[in-house]
């Protein structure tokens, strides 16, 4: 049988409740990606051209570090990878996280919440991170998509 992670990076809590009830419709384990160095409201003002959420999704090899890494990655099939949209793609932190794995011959669903932009090249991109990978399109979810809505979207990737 396959068992699937749900990995995700959430800077205000809005990806957390989507990642907890895809967790749950699906049967995954949860691991939250947090970064080293938490981001604050100041580094997350995208009006701001030089805050640090800004400066990183301006260098394309930002790689911001991450605080704890998924034990046993080598057990998951399937890994669900949620972020909130920045700059019309996953923050660079996903990338960093991709990139810290042998992710050869897993099924990567990339989700995404965003309050209006689209997921844009997003999947390509990731793409690049894990290219032995089986990296699926992404989807933009809203936070409070209900259970039967995720369930059909999991249903729909026939994994």
């Known amino acids: 049988m396959s068992k699937a992670l749900v990995a995700y990076f959430s800077a205000t809590g809005t990806t957390a409740r989507l990642a907890e009830t895809i967790a749950e419709t699906a049967g995954a384990d949860l691991f939250e990606i947090v970064p080293v160095k938490s981001y604050s409201s100041a580094d997350l003002n995208w009006n701001n051209k030089s805050s640090r959420s800004t400066a990183e999704m301006n260098d394309a090899n930002a790689r911001p570090e991450i605080a704890e890494k998924v034990e046993n990655m080598a057990q998951y099939d399937t890994v669900y990878v949620g972020f909130p949209i920045w700059w019309y793609e996953a923050p660079r932190i996903i990338q960093t996280f991709l990139e810290s794995y042998d992710l050869s011959g897993k099924t990567i669903v990339p989700f995404a919440t965003s309050g209006g932009s689209g997921m ?3 999947s390509d991109i990731l793409r690049k ?14 936070a409070a998509a209900s259970t039967g809505e995720i369930s059909d979207w999991i249903d729909s990737l026939n994994l």
């Open 120 to 122: 844009g090249k997003t």
């Open 129 to 142: 991170s894990c290219p032995d990978a089986k990296v699926l399109s992404g989807k933009k979810m809203s």
